[in-house]
């Protein structure tokens, strides 16, 4: 006698009924761990923007950065935790050569974009955070009244400049060629600290450097301004290097560099806008 059929029927029924429970019961499931991932941030595909990790920072900076970058990084420090950034302040050409021997370090910050072109294999993408301008500064009372740029041409005037390979030293050399002036300085010094020291001292009675750098100079110096188409136009690049081991940290400060907040603590240090 043959098997009767209505048991399997049946049977295929209920099969049916637990597969529609599942269904909902499976996609709930699904909902639940979807909202989870999200809350986590782990959803695949998902991007999250974070603070970068603590870290301490080492920025090679050029020397006319000196008095701001102080400033600068202490504001830095404050809105970012946990960050130390600690600079290195010397001439373009000096830094330069330090990152290329591999000295350990995130961040340089230079005085003008060739030094920092010849770094292309070793810096990331840099950006122009400020500009600056020349200045004659001279000795205190200004003795031998130096009005501008042909008084530096006086034989009886000391007159100290950068060596030409240092940023402020080719800006200098520049602006006295292209009015045909010729000096010959007491000394060539490896950075514009340096230059202006000089001249506090009495060492020396004229020098070119930067306007920023007479700002804290009081009365130790008097500041002759060279007029827009004499002088020359200094660019200050910045980059995080390809060797740090903060990349994270380091991109963040140079990005920081450009942000209004930093900005307005370059200007007002004399800076100009980039």
Not at 61 to 89: C, I, M, N, W
Not at 228 to 242: G, R
Request: hydrophobic share 45%; glycine share 6%.
């Amino acid at each position: 006698m043959s098997p009767t059929r209505p048991p399997n029927r049946r049977r295929g029924a209920a099969l049916t009924l637990t597969a529609a429970l599942l269904v909902p019961a499976l996609a709930a499931c699904g909902s639940g761990d979807e909202k989870k991932n999200d809350a986590t941030g782990a959803t695949p595909g998902a991007s999250a923007s974070a603070e970068p990790k603590a870290a301490e920072l080492t920025v090679l900076a050029a020397s006319s950065l000196t008095d701001v970058f102080k400033t600068a990084g202490a504001v830095y420090e404050k809105a970012h935790p946990g960050t130390k950034v600690k600079f290195s302040f010397a001439g373009s050409q000096e830094l330069a050569a330090q990152v290329k021997q591999g000295a350990p370090a995130d961040a340089l910050v230079t005085a003008d974009t060739k030094t920092m072109d010849g770094l292309k294999a070793e810096v990331n993408d840099p950006a122009v955070i400020a500009k600056n301008r020349l200045v004659v500064a001279t000795g205190k009372g200004n003795p031998f009244k130096v009005a501008g740029l042909k008084d530096l041409a006086d034989t009886k005037i000391k007159v100290v400049l950068a060596a030409p390979e240092v940023p402020v030293g080719r800006y200098s050399k520049q602006i006295l060629d292209a009015q045909k002036i010729e000096v010959k300085p007491v000394s060539q010094e490896p950075n514009v600290r340096a230059v202006l020291s000089k001249i506090e001292l009495g060492e020396a009675d004229a020098g070119l450097v930067y306007k920023t750098d007479t700002v804290k100079s009081g009365d130790k110096v008097v500041v002759v301004d060279i007029p827009d188409a004499e002088n020359a136009v200094a660019s200050y690049p910045a980059a995080s290097l390809k060797g740090s081991k903060n990349a994270e940290a380091a991109a963040a400060f140079v990005a920081w560099l450009s942000t209004p907040e930093a900005q307005k603590i370059l200007q007002d240090a004399g800076f100009q806008k980039a």
